[in-house]
């Protein structure tokens, strides 16, 4: 009897850590709002925006809204719109605390997708949230829409892997009102024979392409549907060698200046081809490897890297889309050499401490300036490569 009281203090002990780790960061994250956050928020603006002008019928896309133009599909305007009913300090608070919600959600489903026998709680989530704390806190200080449809995409694969294939197509469907990364995996649908999930996401993409009818009427409906793509090819082309595009176009264009747009884009068409390789060999590898239960899981966390590498405009802060990656990679670190380990610490510790405060206003400027994180990320794919080839994953 002696014996079976034991575990109970230990209970009550987990529990009391637990309570104080969420009062610690409730402080933490209410004091970086109220002090920090909600004097920007800017993206969120646009978005809020947004909702007012699609509510009281009006163009969403317009030339004299500069670099802040609304961006995303008229149904994402339609998302933000009952945000518009409240004052803009509280819609912020609001989304603040949704964006919170889609971050728990995303971290909880990816360590449910992790493999049984590699779940160590503490150790994973801690090194994660370090590795990818400079993308997260950028993201939620310009009130940005990624951690949503990441969240998203996170359902969508947990569904995919539950056998709900109807579901999971829905919610693919979803995130593409927002922005378009989530078509990397229409390939991978038809690769996959996922049908259903395709046949699916189309329809809500068709549905979400029309609702703002309700509000515009056809007629207005399909003429601001023609706005949506012009703007952004207007908008697009300025940017792609701006100084904090960090997707791997803009670092050629950046980092190879003396190249010219032809080589630069028969470069880039070379590397996509190269890991679009790469990903048709980890499907054929998942699927004759029967120790490997849920081999989309591996998978999909290499495709939600290749979202910012591939995007025209690939800001830094999208490379948050790593987070399932580095979960997989710091799970399963038992499996690569010490080499390859003291590699990735180093990788590992370039992105994670590549702030001005540490590393200075020259070094961090060129690091942003010439988009390096690419080289930092092209590594990362690596180890989930090898993860494959030793089907552990």
Known sequence: MAGSKRPIPEMKKQRAVRLAFILAATVVLAGAYFFHIRKDMTDFGVCYQGGKRIVQGETLYREADGHLQFKYSPAAALIFAPLTVLPYE????????????????????????LPDAAKKATP???????????????????????????FILTLMLYSLIK?????????????????????????????????????????????GALLPAILYGFKGNFAVLGEWPATLSKSTSGLLASYDNASLYGFLLKTFPALSKHTIGAVFLAVFLALAVVVLWMIRAGRTAPSIKNPEVLESAFLFILIPLFSPLGWNYNYLYSLLAAMLILSAWRHFPWAGQ????????????????????????????QALVVLNFLIVLVPLIYLRTKNTV
């Open 342 to 369: 003291i590699i990735l610490i180093i990788n590992f510790i370039s992105i994670s401490t590549s702030l001005i405060e540490i590393w200075g206003k020259t070094l961090f400027h060129f690091y942003t300036q």
């Open 163 to 207: 056998g709900k294939e109807a579901r999971a197509g829905l919610l693919w469907g979803g995130s593409l009102f927002f922005k378009p990364y989530a078509l990397v995996f229409l390939p991978y649908f038809l690769l996959k024979k996922k049908f259903r999930a395709l046949l699916a996401g189309i329809v809500v993409s068709a549905a």
């Open 124 to 150: 994973v989530f801690v090194w994660t949230f370090l590795i990818e704390l400079k993308f997260l806190a950028r993201e939620l200080e310009l009130g940005q829409v990624n951690l949503l449809i990441l």
């Open 90 to 113: 509280a819609a912020k608070a609001v989304w603040y605390l949704l964006e919170l919600a889609s971050l728990a959600g995303i971290l909880l489903f990816s360590y449910r997708m």
